[in-house]
């Protein structure tokens, strides 16, 4: 049974930092491309990061040079560091994993969702 679980949301005052995380299970996770997605108050889904199975690395110009996404293959987790943080980060982030890396980019749908973490920047 596939399981993503998303954690480390919360409050936190612009100019700080935050890292998620995502545990999975279920599937073999070194051959897997992983996104982090985010859907702010009343926006639509958008990609903020990506990483294929080979560790290449994709940023919305939203969040490039202030968040870095990581992945370790023994632990079979994900992270999405995110520092210097505004009030337009808020929304809730998703973790996701894909056989397909542009499945991520172009959030085509991906494979596997966690449930969300809720990510509030507010003073």
């Known amino acids: 049974q596939v399981q993503v679980v998303e954690s480390g949301g919360g409050l936190v005052q612009p100019g700080g930092s935050l890292r998620l995380s995502c545990t999975t299970s279920?599937?073999?996770?070194?051959?897997?491309?992983l996104g982090w997605f985010r859907q702010g108050p009343g926006q639509e889904r958008e990609t903020i990061a990506c990483?294929?199975?080979?560790?290449?690395?994709y940023y919305a110009d939203s969040v490039k040079g202030r968040f870095s996404i990581s992945r370790d293959n023994i632990k079979k987790t994900f992270y999405l560091q995110m520092d210097s943080l505004k009030p337009e980060d808020t929304g809730v982030y998703y973790c996701?994993?894909?056989?397909?890396?542009?499945?991520?980019?172009?959030?085509?749908?991906?494979?596997?969702w966690g449930e969300g973490t809720l990510v509030t920047v507010s003073s």
């Open positions: 279920g599937f073999t996770f070194r051959f897997y491309n």
């Open positions: 990483m294929s199975s080979d560790s290449a690395s």
């Open positions: 996701a994993a894909d056989q397909h890396y542009n499945d991520c980019i172009y959030d085509y749908g991906m494979d596997y």
